[in-house]
Every structure is written in C-alpha cells, then in structure tokens.
Antibody, heavy 121, light 112 residues
Framework: EVQLVESGGLVVQPGGSLRLSCAAS????????IHWVRQTPGKSLEWLCL????????YYADSLRGRFTVSRDNSQNSVFLQMSSLETEDTAIYYC??????????????WGRGALVTVSS | QSALTQPASVSGYPGQSITISCTGT?????????VSWYQQHPGKAPKLLIY???KWPSGVSNRFSGSKSGNTASLTISGLQADDEADYYC????????????FGGGTRLTVL
C-alpha cells in the first residue's frame, strides 16, 4: 500500500524556521518525483515545489521568494521541506504528493494526510 | 488569487449532470494537455479524478469526465450522488514565471 506521511508541523513564531518531513512507503521511492502543496484554512490548494527522483532538479513557486528548500534522501525514502523566514500567511496544511508515473508535473496520484503549520506570535 | 479561474459553487440534484469550468490562459491550459482534476472532501486530502485532460486513474468512476477547449478545461460529473458533494480543483502545467504548476481556486459542489 502506498503511503505518504508528513511530520514536523508545529506552531512557530513569525520569522522562525521549520523543517517538514514526508516519509514514503509502498512504492519504489527513487523512481518518482515528489511535490509539496499547501492549503490555507478554508482556501484553495497552492503548489509549492517539486523534487525529481534523483534529487538533482527542483522547481519552486515564485511566491516563496527563496524561503523554502526541498530535498530528499532516497536511502530513507524521505523528502524534506525546509522553511525559513516564516510569515503568518504561511499558516496552512502542508501536503506531500507523489507524481504519477509517466506524467508531467500535475498528476498527483497519492497524497499524505498533511501537516499543520501555524505561524503565530 | 488563483491562476486558474473556477466558479465558487455549483449545485445539482441526484442523478443530474453538472459541469465545472476551469479557465486559464495560453500559458497553461491553452498550451499543454496537462490538466488534472481533484476531489476533496472536508478534512481529507485531495484525490486525483482526471489527469492529462481526460484520462482516468485506476479506480476512479467514469461518471467523472474531463475535456478541454482552448484555454478552458471542464469536469463533468454525471449521475450525481450524495457522496459527490465536495470541493473540486483543477490543476495545470504552466509556462508562467509564478510556477510550473498552478491550481484553480476550487469549486464547492452541493448535491441538493
């Protein structure tokens, strides 16, 4: 069974940093790109970034302004999202999602349950 | 403001068909046949319904169908059921500097 499990969601103060993890199982992890998507309370989905299967190609949403960094460790079947200079507007549920085989970028066939990040003083 | 425009809400009666539109530009929907649709029930993660405009992932009902014309993609749900009540999001690859993947603002479907 394919599973993605996010962890690391916390309450953090504005200006702070946080690292989210996404632990994957049930599929050949190093064959797939992984994306991060967030959802602010009561609002739409927002794509954040992706990392390719080898971890040597990444793409980011321009709105992040260089504050987030995605990485992966294929030996641990994990993807990480390092977030810095956090703002109250970053308060959201953060999902990691697996890209579907043979598709390009926008087909996410498995999602985690999400990790809640709250940025508040 | 989301890059792709969807109606905020649609509604229909059980058994009816409804269509949700998703309007983009010549830099996303109009450029690529890379549109996907997701269903999200409250408190749950999104679920992939349609990929590459009109293809079904394994296990998804063919009551859900997708299409595209110009810069607008559409999701049609036929034979509405109570469990179809959810939020629906479109997604497209984009050439925009804002990001290579863009989502719509979401549409709340109410089954009357």
């Amino acid at each position: 069974e394919v599973q993605l499990v996010e962890s690391g969601g916390l309450v953090v103060q504005p200006g702070g940093s946080l690292r989210l993890s996404c632990a994957a199982s049930g599929f050949p992890f190093n064959d797939f790109s992984i994306h991060w998507v967030r959802q602010t309370p009561g609002k739409s989905l927002e794509w954040l970034c992706l990392i390719n299967k080898r971890g040597d190609v990444t793409y980011y949403a321009d709105s992040l302004r260089g504050r987030f960094t995605v990485s992966r460790d294929n030996s641990q079947n994990s993807v990480f999202l390092q977030m810095s200079s956090l703002e109250t507007e970053d308060t959201a549920i953060y999902y990691c999602a697996k890209e579907m085989r043979g598709t390009q970028f926008v087909s996410f066939d498995y999602w985690g349950r999400g990790a809640l990040v709250t940025v508040s003083s | 403001q989301s890059a792709l425009t969807q109606p905020a809400s649609v509604s229909g009666y059980p058994g009816q068909s409804i269509t949700i539109s998703c309007t983009g530009t010549s830099n996303d929907i109009g450029l690529y046949n890379l549109v996907s649709w997701y269903q999200q029930h409250p408190g749950k993660a999104p679920k992939l319904l349609i990929y590459e405009v009109s293809k079904w992932p394994s296990g998804v009902s063919n009551r859900f169908s997708g299409s595209k014309s110009g810069n607008t993609a559409s999701l049609t749900i036929s034979g509405l059921q109570a469990d179809d009540e959810a939020d629906y999001y479109c997604c497209s690859k984009s050439l925009s500097h804002t990001g290579i993947v863009v989502f719509g603002g979401g549409t709340r479907l109410t089954v009357l």
